[in-house]
Each structure stands twice: as C-alpha cells, then as structure tokens.
C-alpha cells in the first residue's frame, strides 16, 4: 500500500486531505512543519509528500531541499501563493506538482496518483547503492545528492559494470563489450579509466573491486 506525507500547519486541511487519501487507499501521516516532515522522511519510507510552503521553523521549500538530499521522493506543494516565480523556485527544487489553495481533495489525489506513477516509471531505470544514485537512462550519476562529473567513456564503463554486478569482468571484457571493438595491445585503457572512475566516486570509489590477476568488479 502507498504511503504519503501530509505537511501543513493547519489542523484541518491536515485532515481533510487525510480522510481523501485514506479513501483513495493510501496510507496517510501528518506532520505540521518543515523540520517535522525533515524527521518523518528519514525514519520512514513515504511514496508522496504533500508540502505546505508558509510553515513555521522550516518553510517548505526548504524542507523540500533536505527531503529531496534524503531520497526522491515525489513532492507536490500546496501554496496560497499564485506568483510565477515560487512555482519557477519549486520546479527548480525538484518539487513534481504545484497546486494552488483552495483546492480540490479530489483533484488532489489525482495529482497524487500522477507522480507516483512517474516516479515508479523512472525508479525502473535508477538505481541506488547507499549515496550513490546511478540514472542509466538519463546517463547520469551522482554522488551524495550531487553530480558526479564523469566522461561519457567513465558512465559506459560504469553501466556495464553494474550491469554485471558482482561478475569478475576481464579486462579483455571490458575492452570488447565497453569500447565496442577487440582491442590488441595495451590493456592500460581499462586501468586508466577504472583510476578516473574512482575517483569520480568518492567516498564509493570501492564499490569497483579489483580481481587480482583478470580485472574488475562492481560489487555494493
């Protein structure tokens, strides 16, 4: 069952979108500020965050920002405000919906539905080793919540090696299947991108692992 976050520091709009989320079959819990819903988002595993921006001792938007650091989850923010540039400052923060008050439960819960489902569509393609988030359709890869700068090269090598995870893969292997060719000659292509790789990585630069004798692994 789908669990969603409900943040707002208003009683009852805490309980009206409650009682709709229940109803459309998710599991529903409350938090009435930023900091709480910081709290909730590490001790739990929400589907959803429904997000008030006006709250006291941490706004939304920058609850948003240290939910998203946390894990992306999908965020839909509730706000009085109409102006283009908090919605601008939203999509910029990661936020996935914008909906204006007053609304509609309904509608609403739509919306929900929505992201969710999105969400699920990508998760497909992402994957996720502690801190290390590896987006194989976007070919992209990050690092604790931030870019890692990697070579087009590095993220072949990368994929193919997650690919495989916990497979020894030769570096004959690597040569024919990562750069597309039989390589003769110097194997030191393989060394040379594996040391770029690693260091990439940071503080998960051992999750390639060295075989002694044949090449490499990606074991996490």
């Known amino acids: 069952m789908s669990r969603i976050l409900i943040v707002d520091d208003e009683k009852n709009i805490r309980e009206v979108v409650r009682e709709y989320a229940l109803l459309n079959g998710y599991e529903a819990d409350e938090a009435e ?3 709480e819903a910081v709290e909730r988002v590490k001790a739990n595993d929400y589907d959803c965050v429904i997000l008030d921006i006006m709250m006291p001792k941490l706004d939304g938007f920058s ?7 946390i894990k992306d989850i999908p965020v839909i923010m509730l706000s009085a405000r109409q102006e283009e540039y908090d919605k601008l400052f939203g999509f910029e923060l990661g936020v996935d919906d914008y909906v204006i008050k007053p609304f509609s439960p309904k509608e609403l819960m739509a919306r929900v539905k929505v992201v969710m489902d999105r969400s699920r569509k990508t998760e497909r393609n992402v994957l996720e080793f502690g801190g290390l988030k590896i987006d194989a359709a976007g070919r992209s890869v990050s690092v604790d919540g931030e870019k890692a700068n990697l070579t087009p090269k590095e993220i072949d090598l990368l994929l193919y090696m997650v690919e495989h995870r916990n497979t020894a893969l030769s570096r004959t292997k690597l040569l024919e ?3 597309n060719y039989d390589y003769f000659g110097d194997d030191r292509t393989v060394d040379t991108h594996i040391k770029m790789l690693r260091h990439n990585l940071g503080p998960y630069r051992d ?13 996490a």
């Not at 609850?63 to 650091?69: D, G, N, P, S, T």
């Not at 692992?209 to 990606?218: L, S």
């Open 33 to 35: 500020d930023g900091l």
């Open 63 to 69: 609850a948003c920002k240290q939910i998203k650091l």
């Open 177 to 179: 299947e990562v750069w």
């Open 207 to 219: 999750y390639i692992v060295t075989v002694r004798g044949m090449g490499y692994k990606f074991e």
